[in-house]
């Protein structure tokens, strides 16, 4: 049985005394994470006293980015083996606002995708899809080969392992999401190419995950499609109650 997923990624935005304030505002309201799992992803300025200040919460902590090097002389970059160490157990790699503003190609998300697994890290592996990708015929294609990429050199317990999310990036923050049977779509057809790169089984077991302006209106009907198992969430995870009112959808429902 897959768990659904909450995934909150705050992306450049808040600061570490509101991390904290926001913690407080959470706590004692999570959800059973054997009903849902809920995490947030922050900037590494913000990761070690969000450890702190999580307690006994059952939320993750995950960075929204690393390097594929686990050290060396690669200035301002994030080390995955520091993000293990310091206790962060989950971390986005390939967000489409990484693929447009750093040029991160699929090359260098498979490459950062190993160096997590490399440090028991959770790769949340994000494949995108623009509006004009979306009009054109090779739009599975492109989906399919992100996909393909990111799991290159990936061995079947590692690929057991990791969530994929679907993002069209003309949904992310535009507040126009994808319907239901869009966001459905994409999702299915990730686990359809991770079905032919390993096995059924396999692909049956991993968390797709949709993301691209989810909210607590729109999240009822994204959530029941068959192969979407949670949400990746901008813009609604940066206030504690829309994070919650998400988080504890499936519980209340
Ligand atoms: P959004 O962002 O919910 O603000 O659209 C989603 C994401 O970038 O993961």
């Known amino acids: 049985m897959r768990i659904p997923f909450i995934a909150g990624n705050w992306k450049m935005n ?5 991390s904290v304030d926001f913690l407080k505002a959470i706590k004692g ?6 009903v849902t799992q809920t995490g947030i992803a922050a900037s590494p300025l913000f ?12 939320l993750i902590i995950a960075a929204e980015n690393c390097f594929y090097e686990d050290e060396g002389a690669y200035t301002g970059e994030v080390s995955p083996k520091a993000l293990a160490e310091m206790g962060v157990t989950h971390v986005i790699l390939g967000h489409s606002e990484r693929r447009k503003y750093f040029n991160e190609t699929d090359d260098i998300v498979n ?13 949340i592996v994000c494949c995108n ?30 690929a057991a392992k990791i969530i994929i999310a679907y993002e069209p990036s003309w949904a992310i923050g535009s507040g126009q999401t994808a319907s ?21 089984e ?33 813009g609604a995870s940066l206030k504690p109650d829309s994070f919650l009112g998400l988080a504890n959808f499936l519980q209340n429902k």
């Open 202 to 234: 396999l692909a049956d077991g991993v968390r797709v995950l949709y993301g691209g302006s989810v909210n607590d209106d729109n999240a009822q009907q994204i959530l029941q499609q068959k192969d979407i198992d949670g949400a990746l969430v901008g």
């Open 129 to 158: 899809e623009t509006m004009s990708r979306r009009e054109s015929t090779d739009r599975i294609s492109w989906v399919v080969s992100q996909v393909t990429n990111a799991l290159k050199g990936i061995t079947t317990d590692q």
């Open 47 to 58: 990761l070690e006293s969000m450890l702190e200040n999580r307690g006994d919460m059952p």
């Open 180 to 200: 239901p049977q869009e966001a459905e779509e994409g999702c299915y057809l990730i686990r359809q190419t991770v079905a032919d790169l390993y096995s059924d």
């Open 14 to 18: 808040l600061s570490v005394k509101e």
């Open 29 to 34: 309201k999570l959800p059973d994470p054997k």
């Open 111 to 123: 490459r950062k995708v190993q160096a997590a697994l490399r440090n028991n890290l959770i790769p």
